[in-house]
Every structure is written in C-alpha cells, then in structure tokens.
C-alpha cells in the first residue's frame, strides 16, 4: 500500500473529482459512512447506548465530521457537535452537511471564544474532525483550549484522517496536538503517521475506502509504500515439502568481539529464526568458546584475533576469505568493534566479496571516513544503519538525519547504490 504525503493526497482527490468526474460531496459522504462503521466497531458494535461529542473545524475535515454524526445518529447513538468557529464561516461540501445534520435536530454548539467552553465533557468516544492532512505548524487561537480540552478529559478519542495538530508529511506534531486512540485515515495512509513523535499520536491506524479508483491510486506521484502483511506474504519465498537444511540457503556472519558476542550471537539465531538453512558464525578465536556454549544450531568458526582484544586480525584475511565460499549471503559487522586491524579486514574483504551482504553496526563504522570505498563496493547490499551511523557515513549531523529520515535514507541509497533500513 503507497504512503503519501498531504500534496500527493490532494491530487489524487483532484484526479477523482476532475478526472473522474466523482463529485467531491460523494467522496466525503463515502468518507464520513467508512469512519461511522469504524467508529462502531471500536464503540462494540451496537451504539444504541453510545454517547459521541464530534468536534468540527471550518473546512471539509469538519464536513466528514458531519456525514460521521448524522450516519451514528441513524444507528441509534447520541450525538452533538462543536463547531469550532461560526456556521457562517462553513463553505461547500462541509456546509452542506452541517445542514444535513442540523435539518436532523442533531445538536450543534457554536464556540466563538474560550469561554464558550464546557469545563468537561460529557461522553463516551470524542471524535477529532477539526483539522485534515493539510495542516502544518502549530495550532493557534481557539483550537489550543479545544485540543487541550479534548486530551485531558480522558476519554478515548476517534481523529478523522489526522490527529489535529500532525504534519502527514513529516510527523512533526504542534505544540497542542491531539493524542488519539484511534485514527481513520482516508483513501491511503500518510507517510507522517508512520514517523515519531506523529507516529505515536495516531493510536490504532485503520485505512478507510471512499470510493476512489484504485488506478488512480496506484498511479500517485508517490514512490513510498507500507510494508504490510499482504506484501511480506507475497514476497516471501515458499519451502517445498521435502526441503532440508541445505536446500534453504547458506549464511555466513562475520561477528563479534571482547564484550559483544551478544550481538554475533543475536544476529546468528535471528537467521535460524527467519528461515535460513545453514548458519556460520565467523568469531575471535577465543570468544569461540563462549559462542559455542550459548548457540545450538550455529556452526561457529575460531579467527584470528589481535592479541588482548579479542576482535579479528588483519593476518587473518585469507583465512575469513576462505570461509565465504559456497555460501549463500553473508552479514557483516554486529558486534566487531572498532580496532584498526578489525575496520581495515573489513573494508579489504568487501573489496572481493561478490555474494549478496548485509553491513550493519561496526561493518558500517569500518567505512567512516571511507565513504568512497563504500559506494564502490560491486556486490548487492542492505545497509541497516541507526542515524549515529548514517551520520559518520554521510558526514551529516545525528539531529538532522533525524529530522529528515526518508530523504536521508534515500539519498544513501542513491549514493552507496543499495538498499537502506534506517533504524529507529
């Protein structure tokens, strides 16, 4: 499934209402049933007996908001508004469906100031229609109370696309921003509900369809997509019924040294676990031990070591060479520490290395200052860096990779010329 940001979004809407000739009305009718039924499913399935307060902003996240309460209305819940500002201010779509909901009887609030406040509310789910994925900066004026309001009375919160106050495309959050429970998301997800802190305001993430084409989707000026249970299922590789141990892949791990056979041990059995056939543990010669008490379907391997610090030599190049024929793929790098002579293998090794690899930890912290090195490395890569990583590559600050984590990623991508899994 794509993840697109707020301006991918709006063109995609466009595409459906100009290009399509849907109107806009039917999408955001279809919208406001698709969050209803997602809103009876979290209330157990019988609202009859539920108490929902839909809190509107001006433009067409409020109109949603509407559709929303006049569509629990007719299942037999109990519903009022507040309208965030005046019904004068409503224009379009969304003022059609304040009318729809007024020509109801339902109850709609004015708040044109703070004071018009309640000093709590009184209901079972709250339901946060006031800004869509368009919104940036930070919320000001009348909104901050509301917001703050709806967060602190505790009762669980339904956001309709965004929880207002999120960035969709960066997951940066304003200074009040509403802590959902759940959010319904519409058409596709947003790239900034998957990225911290925005990540952690959305609650329980649920895709709505509201009716627009699925090529029209599919052709979005987006090349993100979400990683989930459909596409791992699709991707992942079957195992016929008389497969063994030989047939599924064999692994190399160049891991380990004084204080980290944790991780060449983690790395190792992680393998085993997701389904490798063959493991091979290439560790310092005297953590052998240690690796061979801890690990029951690993085959470990003693290298050559520095002398008093346990981590690998560089007279033992040959030795580890050796041990990467006949294999599959290799890992390179959980756990191998930083010594001169265990960087400077690491670097002549993938010089020759042809087989598929994955650099992760100190593989990585071998090529600081080496950048160009990396990037001609021939043989297909993933690298797994966490930002600190990233950053002694890049030669770019911890912090701003952090703010920017898609286009650091890709822009490594680009320059070591394989996959990245930006950690964190």
């Known amino acids: 499934m794509k993840l697109v940001t707020a301006k991918q979004m709006q063109a995609i809407d466009r595409a459906a209402i100009e290009g399509r000739g849907i109107p806009g009305i039917d999408l955001m009718e279809n919208a406001g049933r698709g969050v209803a039924e997602y809103a009876r499913e979290l209330a157990g399935g019988d609202v009859s007996s539920i108490r929902f307060l839909i809190f509107c902003g001006k433009g067409n996240n409020g109109g949603d908001g509407f559709v929303v309460?006049?569509?629990?209305?007719?299942?037999?819940?109990?519903?009022?508004?507040?309208?965030?500002?005046?019904?004068?201010?409503?224009?379009?779509?969304?003022?059609?469906?304040?009318?729809?909901?007024?020509?109801?009887?339902?109850?709609?609030?004015?708040?044109?100031?703070?004071?018009?406040?309640?000093?709590?509310?009184?209901?079972?789910?709250?339901?946060?229609?006031?800004f869509g994925t368009g919104f940036k900066g930070d919320i000001r004026g009348l909104a901050v109370p509301v917001v703050t309001l709806m967060?602190?009375?505790?009762?669980?919160?339904?956001?309709?696309?965004?929880?207002?106050?999120?960035?969709?495309?960066?997951?940066?959050?304003?200074?009040?921003?509403?802590?959902?429970?759940?959010?319904?998301?519409?058409?596709?997800?947003?790239?900034?509900?998957?990225?911290?802190?925005?990540?952690?305001?959305?609650?329980?993430?649920?895709?709505?369809?509201?009716?627009?084409?699925?090529?029209?989707?599919?052709?979005?000026?987006?090349?993100?997509?979400?990683?989930?249970?459909?596409?791992?299922?699709?991707?992942?590789?079957?195992?016929?019924?008389?497969?063994?141990?030989?047939?599924?892949?064999?692994?190399?791990?160049?891991?380990?040294?004084?204080?980290?056979?944790?991780?060449?041990?983690?790395?190792?059995?992680?393998a085993?676990?997701?389904?490798?056939?063959?493991?091979?543990?290439?560790?310092?010669?005297?953590?052998?031990?240690?690796?061979?008490?801890?690990?029951?379907?690993?085959?470990?391997?003693?290298?050559?070591?520095?002398k008093k610090r346990q981590c690998l030599a560089l007279r033992g190049l040959g030795e580890v060479r050796a041990k990467f024929i006949g294999m599959n793929a290799a890992i390179i790098g959980p756990g191998l520490g930083t010594h001169h002579e265990t960087k400077e293998l690491v670097r002549r090794l993938l010089k020759k290395l042809q087989l598929p690899i994955l650099l992760d930890a100190d593989g990585l912290n071998a090529f600081e200052g080496h950048a160009d090195e990396l990037a001609a490395i021939e043989a297909p890569m993933i690298l797994t860096p966490h930002p600190g990583e990233l950053s002694r590559l890049l030669s770019v600050d911890t912090s701003t990779i952090a703010a920017d984590r898609m286009s650091y990623a890709a822009s490594a991508a680009e320059k070591f010329n394989c996959v990245v899994l930006l950690k964190g």
């Open 272 to 306: 085993i676990r997701s389904g490798v056939g063959l493991c091979f543990l290439g560790i310092p010669s005297s953590l052998n031990p240690i690796c061979e008490i801890k690990l029951t379907e690993v085959m470990t391997h003693a290298l050559p070591e520095v």
């Open 69 to 130: 309460g006049r569509y629990l209305h007719g299942w037999g819940a109990s519903v009022s508004f507040i309208l965030i500002g005046l019904t004068t201010d409503l224009k379009g779509d969304a003022k059609v469906n304040f009318e729809r909901a007024r020509d109801l009887g339902l109850d709609i609030t004015e708040i044109k100031s703070e004071s018009d406040l309640p000093e709590h509310l009184d209901a079972d789910w709250l339901v946060d229609a006031i």
């Open 151 to 270: 967060n602190e009375s505790e009762i669980p919160i339904l956001a309709i696309d965004a929880p207002s106050g999120l960035n969709c495309d960066t997951g940066e959050v304003s200074g009040a921003c509403i802590w959902a429970d759940a959010t319904a998301t519409l058409a596709l997800p947003k790239t900034g509900q998957f990225l911290h802190p925005g990540r952690e305001h959305v609650g329980t993430l649920r895709v709505i369809d509201i009716g627009i084409p699925a090529d029209i989707m599919e052709q979005a000026d987006s090349n993100l997509s979400l990683i989930d249970e459909p596409f791992v299922s699709k991707h992942l590789p079957g195992r016929a019924p008389t497969a063994h141990k030989g047939a599924c892949g064999k692994l190399f791990v160049l891991a380990g040294s004084r204080g980290f056979t944790g991780a060449a041990c983690m790395a190792s059995e992680s």
